[in-house]
């Protein structure tokens, strides 16, 4: 932790205190990111992936890659600010603080960490698709006032499903959705949600679709939970919840 807080003072040139607070980082000394998919799979290496979906030649494994990462996430000009998914993963504070490179370096960092921020969808050897999943303890939806806690149980969260424009409309989110799944359980996560919107038979921009859809987290199992007075792009979220044990 302690390299973690140094690293943070230094790219935004301040002191960010609220860093030694934030659990996500706990786990986020240096560590064996596992052995690279383009060396093939290590047979120690631990169960939780890859994932091969029947029917599907989609293969979602943890993003332990940062260079895979930032293909989905990452902006064209490596000077701009864009989300790189972490605006729902750490304190306010610290997301709006972090400009720039610095948001691409802060993930690097969580991409060599146990567990990794979420998981990545390949086609082949290209990253296509992203989802963010973590225990909601260490995201901001452990203190979001508009969706419900419904119990004490320690589950994870899966916020955000991403795939690469020219990969839609092939599945692709939905073995990310599966993977994700997967991954959490893997961890030991009793129960995952997700808060997807209830869109309906309604349009969705797609800029605001990374929250996922009602329909698709039905497909994958989840059941709903819950109404949220969360909005977004115009159209309510909904609590949905898979149980995993």
């Given at each position: 932790?302690?390299?973690?807080?140094?690293?943070?003072?230094?790219?935004?040139?301040?002191?960010?205190?609220?860093?030694?607070?934030?659990?996500?980082?706990?786990?986020?000394?240096?560590?064996?990111?596992?052995?690279?998919?383009?060396?093939?799979?290590?047979?120690a290496a631990p169960p939780h992936g890859p994932w091969h979906r029947e029917g599907m030649s989609i293969e979602v494994?943890?993003?332990?890659?940062?260079?895979?990462?930032?293909?989905?996430?990452?902006?064209?000009?490596?000077?701009?600010?864009?989300?790189?998914?972490?605006?729902?993963?750490?304190?306010?504070?610290?997301?709006?603080?972090?400009?720039?490179?610095?948001?691409?370096?802060?993930?690097?960092?969580?991409?060599?960490?146990?567990?990794?921020?979420?998981?990545?969808?390949?086609?082949?050897?290209?990253?296509?698709?992203?989802?963010?999943?973590?225990?909601?303890?260490?995201?901001?939806?452990?203190?979001?006032?508009?969706?419900?806690?419904?119990?004490?149980?320690?589950?994870?969260?899966?916020?955000?499903?991403?795939?690469?424009?020219?990969?839609?409309?092939?599945?692709?989110?939905?073995?990310?959705?599966?993977?994700?799944?997967?991954?959490?359980?893997?961890?030991?996560?009793?129960v995952i949600e997700a808060y997807p919107l209830d869109n309906g038979d309604a349009r969705v921009d797609l800029t605001?679709?990374?929250?996922?859809?009602?329909?698709?987290?039905?497909?994958?199992?989840?059941?709903?939970?819950?109404?949220?007075?969360?909005?977004?792009?115009?159209?309510?979220?909904?609590?949905?919840?898979?149980?995993?044990?």
């Open positions: 932790m302690a390299h973690m807080v140094a690293w943070v003072n230094t790219e935004l040139t301040k002191n960010v205190s609220e860093i030694g607070r934030l659990r996500l980082l706990r786990a986020a000394a240096p560590c064996s990111a596992g052995p690279s998919r383009r060396r093939g799979r290590d047979p494994r943890p993003a332990t890659e940062f260079e895979d990462v930032r293909a989905v996430l990452g902006p064209k000009s490596p000077t701009a600010n864009v989300c790189w998914c972490l605006s729902y993963r750490i304190p306010s504070k610290l997301n709006n603080a972090l400009r720039g490179p610095a948001r691409g370096a802060l993930v690097a960092e969580l991409c060599r960490a146990d567990p990794p921020p979420g998981v990545l969808a390949y086609d082949g050897d290209e990253p296509v698709g992203w989802a963010a999943v973590a225990p909601r303890a260490d995201t901001s939806f452990a203190r979001n006032r508009k969706i419900p806690h419904l119990d004490d149980l320690p589950v994870w969260s899966l916020w955000c499903v991403r795939v690469r424009p020219g990969h839609r409309k092939q599945g692709v989110s939905h073995a990310l959705i599966a993977g994700a799944v997967d991954f959490a359980r893997a961890h030991g996560a009793p605001m679709a990374y929250a996922g859809l009602r329909k698709n987290f039905e497909r994958a199992g989840f059941t709903w939970a819950a109404a949220t007075t969360s909005v977004l792009a115009g159209h309510p979220r909904v609590l949905m919840r898979r149980d995993l044990r």
